[in-house]
């Protein structure tokens, strides 16, 4: 059989289009959502080679439009997550010894069928099922998935190239075998480039997966089993089960074969996770993996020498791009005295510019909320800082949920730098101003780094250097993705790893090589070719 050392495709970022009036992708995607949007599908779960229908089915419909089914997906019981479990062992055996570049190849191809026949099937899926705009869909579901595949593949090179030393009667090498069990992957319903990618990302080292995606994005979720399947990805690799995400956990992390967990998802339920994997630490063959991306309640701070349009345009891209549903949104902002007054004006005016509706009209620049419980849950979050005596609405505060599940972009001003939602994560278009004397920027630094539990993005605007350089020391600890004079969301695989620490994760960095790492066990081999045949040392000798 022919071997080589192989050099796969340099990996490059993939262009974002721009979906402009009469251009082709805005006609295709526009297609795709209608077609979609007028057929019922029904979704199985994937376990081994079978699709598995239970009968037991819950709907689907979208966020902006709740009444309306776009399909049904099919829950599972205990019996289903064991046999997940089971074909993921079993397809280990083949699978981690299949040759790198054929792992390399599936999912390269995998990254070329999302950019091209199924771009606008993808882009409508997410558009439909998570209310996401064209401009958000097309980043996450297109293009950052996209990047994903590619560049995971150029950083599994790296790593297996990365070798020790040899000397000349000695050769040194380093194997990087996956992990010796199977892999847990729990998804969150806000990225569809993340529910693909955690799966995906520890199965091209050589893993085999049981993959639990938010019940909120099985509609999305459904495209990417689609797309694996077409690129090449063996039956059994990557397993798909839906229902009670407790049942479904408790199951696997009692399993002795439980090699390792990749999450999305809430701080709460993660640290959950941890304790139960802490409580079963003797029944496993291997010391687990624990890979997790959480939570956050990232900030913006203005420096007194802040750009007032700069700050304000990216604050509101911050706090307001899909409705503030992402883990790296705006949520807290710390803004001078002095430019308060200009700040306040710029946002009240660029705010009343703001459409909000479906994501099939292009105009709309937020949409709604994820589900019933989010839409009620920041209701009641908004209703009570009308009544605080610390806070006032300053923007915004109206929800309507009869069609679909709309929060108006809001601003609170409070008054009390701990305030519940300077604090709180709320995952949603809620933003927390807080105003600060321009003679307290140390003293404000030091509040940033000391109101939250979480780290994961921040972001401080100045024209002043120092300014600069005094903010990104003394919040060194405050976020893992840190940005200078842009908003805090937005991070681009290969070009800023992402991740957080504190309560926010375990800072492995979605999207550069030190994440895959986690999902391989390395082999040390020492040949040595002229073996010594008595045990004696020199100096031994008299």
Not at 120 to 147: G, H
Request: charged share 20%; with cysteine; proline share 6%.
């Amino acid at each position: 059989m022919p071997k080589g050392f192989f050099n796969v495709p340099k990996a490059v970022n993939e262009p974002v289009k721009a979906y402009t009036p009469n251009s082709p992708e805005k006609a295709a995607v526009l297609a795709a959502y209608q077609k979609m949007w007028n057929e019922t599908i029904d979704v199985p779960m994937h376990i081994g080679s079978q699709e598995v229908r239970t009968g037991n089915t819950r709907t689907m419909s979208a966020p902006h439009d709740h009444k309306h089914i776009v399909g049904t997906y099919h829950l599972g019981e205990a019996t289903h997550v064991t046999q997940a479990i089971d074909a993921a062992l079993e397809a280990r055996k083949k699978w981690a010894n299949m040759p790198w570049e054929h792992r390399a190849a599936i999912f390269l191809k995998a990254a070329e069928l999302i950019a091209g026949p199924y771009r606008a099937r993808i882009n409508a899926a997410t558009m439909i099922a998570q209310s996401k705009t064209i401009f958000q869909a097309e980043i996450d579901a297109a293009c950052e998935l996209i990047d994903f595949l590619r560049y995971n593949v150029a950083f599994m090179t790296q790593i297996y190239s990365d070798q020790p030393a040899s000397v000349s009667d000695i050769w040194n090498r380093v194997e990087y075998r996956p992990l010796e069990g199977f892999v847990y992957a729990i998804t969150p319903f806000n990225f569809t480039a993340i529910a693909a990618n955690l799966p995906a990302s520890a199965a091209l080292m050589g893993n085999t997966v049981v993959w639990k995606p938010s019940d909120s994005q099985v509609f999305s979720a459904k495209v990417i089993i689609d797309v694996f399947q077409e690129a090449g990805v063996p039956d059994g690799v990557i397993n798909v089960i839906f229902g009670d995400p407790v049942m479904i956990t408790d199951i696997v992390l009692k399993h002795p074969d439980f090699a390792g967990v990749h999450y999305t998802g809430s701080t709460f339920v993660f640290k959950e996770i941890w304790k139960k994997i802490g409580e079963n630490i003797h029944t496993y063959k291997t010391y687990p993996r624990i890979v997790g991306e959480t939570g956050g309640k990232d900030f913006v701070l203005a420096h007194p020498s802040a750009d007032v349009k700069q700050v304000v345009a990216n604050t509101i891209r911050g706090a307001f791009e899909f409705q503030g549903q992402k883990c790296s949104a705006a949520s807290r902002a710390y803004f001078p005295k002095s430019l308060w007054p200009a700040i306040k004006d710029e946002m009240g005016k660029e705010l009343a510019s703001i459409k909000m509706g479906s994501p099939e009209d292009f105009s709309n620049f937020v949409t709604a909320v994820i589900h019933e419980g989010s839409f009620d849950k920041l209701v009641s979050y908004i209703e009570q800082a009308k009544q605080d005596a610390d806070a006032e609405i300053l923007f915004g505060g109206n929800y309507d949920k009869s069609v679909g599940y709309f929060i108006q972009p809001t601003v609170i001003l409070t008054t009390n730098p701990k305030y519940k939602t300077m604090e709180t994560e709320l995952f949603g278009p809620v933003l927390t101003v807080y105003v600060y004397e321009d003679a307290d920027w140390k003293d404000t630094l030091t509040l940033i780094d000391q109101t939250s539990e979480y780290a994961l993005t921040g972001a401080v605007f100045s024209q002043d250097r120092y300014a600069i350089v005094e903010a990104t020391q003394a919040l060194e600890n405050s976020a893992g993705n840190f940005y200078i004079n842009d908003k805090p969301t937005g991070a681009v695989v290969g070009m800023q790893p992402f991740g957080g620490a504190r309560a926010s994760g375990t800072n492995d960095k979605a999207g550069s090589m030190q994440n895959l790492l986690r999902w391989v066990s390395p082999r040390t081999i020492k040949e040595t070719f002229v073996t010594p045949a008595n045990y004696r040392y020199p100096f031994l000798g008299e």
